[in-house]
């Protein structure tokens, strides 16, 4: 019993330590695309553009090492969506990053995939709190 409440409340802890950096990663990134991705007058480079592949590929080492058992969980599946939709938003941001062509358009879809990772995080805290 004390070994599952420790597994239970580590879960928890680590979730919600994942969630908070895919979520601050998400508004940094989001961030740089409202300012054409250039910082300091000198444009973002792709070697800069690591932070936030490193941070899709510590969510998605947690996601899997919690799968086994949390997978059907609520909070599993929440953190999946939010896994999924933080994958989607550094692909696009990182092509309308490459493209210098991008319209005004795209910003605002990479806008609106922004709120869906907001909107996924803020699940996965209700899941977690639901437990």
């Given amino acids: 019993m004390l070994l599952a409440a420790c597994y239970s409340s580590s879960y928890r802890r680590e979730t ?29 480079s792709s070697e800069e553009m690591g932070e936030f592949y490193y941070g899709l ?12 058992g949390h997978a059907s969980d609520a909070s599993g599946k929440a953190f999946a969506q939010l896994v999924d939709a933080y994958e989607t938003l550094v692909r696009d941001a990182d092509q309308y990053r490459l493209n210098p062509s991008h319209t005004k358009e795209q910003l605002d879809a990479l806008m609106r995939e922004h ?14 709190a639901q437990t």
């Avoid at 330590?17 to 444009?43: G, Q």
């Avoid at 590929?57 to 086994?68: G, H, R, T, V």
């Avoid at 709120?115 to 977690?128: D, M, N, Y």
């Fill in 16 to 44: 919600l330590a994942s969630v908070a950096l895919v979520e601050s990663l998400s508004d940094k990134l989001t961030d740089y695309c409202r300012v054409d991705f250039i910082v300091d007058r000198h444009p973002l």
């Fill in 57 to 68: 590929k510590k969510a998605l080492a947690f996601q899997s090492m919690s799968a086994s």
């Fill in 115 to 128: 709120e869906i990772v907001k909107q996924r995080a803020e699940e996965v805290r209700e899941a977690l």
